[in-house]
């Protein structure tokens, strides 16, 4: 924690809210190593918390006012917790959490906030998840409710859900909630059974390219896919295919695509063939892992790319050269597009040995075509989301 700007944080909480913060947590960003676009269709994921966190302080305060500032953004507001209203900033991914523990119940007490993070913005590192566990777990902590990280996680996906109104899924609150260093998460997103990856840490690294291309889940396309899984369920329904009752495209295995293919128009055809497939790849990839053949795991994650680029259409020709550049590479196991799309960052398997001649033929090759060198991580698989030492004031 030493190179966190946690004094800096707690320096300007005192001097913007005249007294020191009682609390301060962390909450991680996110990658995904596999199963993306599944988990608002209740299939599998597999994402682990990144080095990369957001810190968020707290104090409660006797009256029902909240004032937040954030270092990053140099921008500080203020709202009262009787009268939540969305704005369409970051302040809303402040409130989200609030109104969700609000509904729940919870009698809250006004709130000081202080917020910095060096998850970066738009990336696809899931920034806002970040946001919405970190300020979760410093309400809970300031108001004393004693909840759980899988509650903070709940109740940042629930704000993110109904509060934002980005109709996403689990992934990226559980993983920045659960997450836990050198492992990912095998996250049933139907069951919300949660269980620990180990990665061969020792063998391996995991390289974060990116796109440079921002991307905002609020924009069009997610919202259209998310529609899409569910028109096609709905001709499944109606075709006997899926069954009756059921609620998500998790419900289709593999068999059942010669059925679909003389039901749904090509493109939904697409839309299930990718969920279908990559819900079945998450497994094939854990136990890849689990063997230790690295071979596999990175034609699984070639496999998932081949998929979200032309069956699934949400790549990029930014995110397609970093994967092909990554491929290319000797030492390099396999490459994908990680998040949700249109931009945001790729994520490369590779030899500890190998990755920084990875990363240096990606950002070279990238810069030849582009005109730009990206700036790659090698990502830490970070624990989740806790609370800090009590600050000292
Ligand atoms: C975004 C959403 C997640 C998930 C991914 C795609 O990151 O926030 O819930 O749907 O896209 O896998």
Redesign the pocket.
């Known amino acids: 924690m030493s190179s966190h700007p946690r004094e800096e944080l707690e320096r300007r909480f005192e001097r913007r809210h005249g007294g020191p913060p009682r609390v301060a947590v962390r909450a991680p960003g996110r990658v995904?190593l596999i199963?993306?676009?599944?988990?608002?269709n209740e299939g599998l994921?597999l994402p682990c918390a990144v080095d990369r966190d957001t810190l968020v302080c707290a104090a409660p305060r006797a009256d029902r006012r909240c004032r937040v500032f954030s270092l990053e953004l140099g921008a500080e507001a203020e709202f009262d917790l009787d009268a939540l209203a969305r704005r369409g900033d970051w302040v809303d991914y402040v409130q989200a959490p609030l109104f969700a523990l609000a509904e729940r119940g919870h009698a809250l007490p006004g709130l000081d906030l202080g917020v910095t993070s060096r998850v970066p913005l738009e990336s696809?590192l899931?920034s806002?998840?970040a946001l919405g566990v970190g300020v979760a777990a410093a309400a809970d902590r300031a108001a004393g409710l004693g909840l759980e990280p899988v509650d903070w996680a709940r109740v940042a996906h629930r704000g993110e859900s109904h509060f934002v109104g980005?109709g996403?899924?689990?992934?990226?609150p559980f993983a920045s909630a659960l997450g836990r260093a050198d492992h990912a998460l095998r996250i049933d997103c139907r069951s919300q059974e949660v269980r620990a990856v180990p990665l061969a840490a020792a063998a391996v690294r995991l390289l974060i390219a990116p796109s440079g291309v921002r991307r905002q889940?609020a924009q069009g396309g997610?919202r259209e896919r998310v529609a899409e899984c569910s028109a096609a369920l709905d001709v499944a329904r109606a075709a006997g295919i899926a069954p009756p009752g059921s609620s998500a495209l998790r419900d289709l295995g593999p068999g059942a695509l010669p059925a679909l293919e003389r039901v749904l128009e090509p493109r939904l055809l697409r839309r299930v063939r990718h969920v279908v497939s990559e819900n079945a790849r998450v497994d094939a990839f854990c136990e890849a892992l689990a063997k230790g053949d690295l071979a596999a795991a990175g034609a699984l994650l070639r496999a998932g790319m081949a998929s979200l680029r032309d069956d699934y259409e949400v790549s990029t020709p930014e995110l397609d050269l970093l994967c092909e550049l990554g491929d290319a590479a000797p030492g390099c196991h396999g490459s994908r597009l990680t998040?949700?799309?249109w931009g945001g960052c790729t994520l490369h398997l590779v030899d500890a040995a190998a990755s920084e001649a990875v990363a240096e033929r990606i950002a070279a090759g990238f810069a030849e075509r582009f005109g730009r060198r990206p700036e790659i991580l090698t990502a830490r698989i970070a624990d989740g989301a806790g609370a800090l030492a009590d600050p000292a004031g």
């Open positions: 995904n199963g993306e676009h599944t988990d608002y994921v696809g899931s806002s998840a980005v996403c899924g689990i992934m990226d889940l997610y998040g949700a799309g």
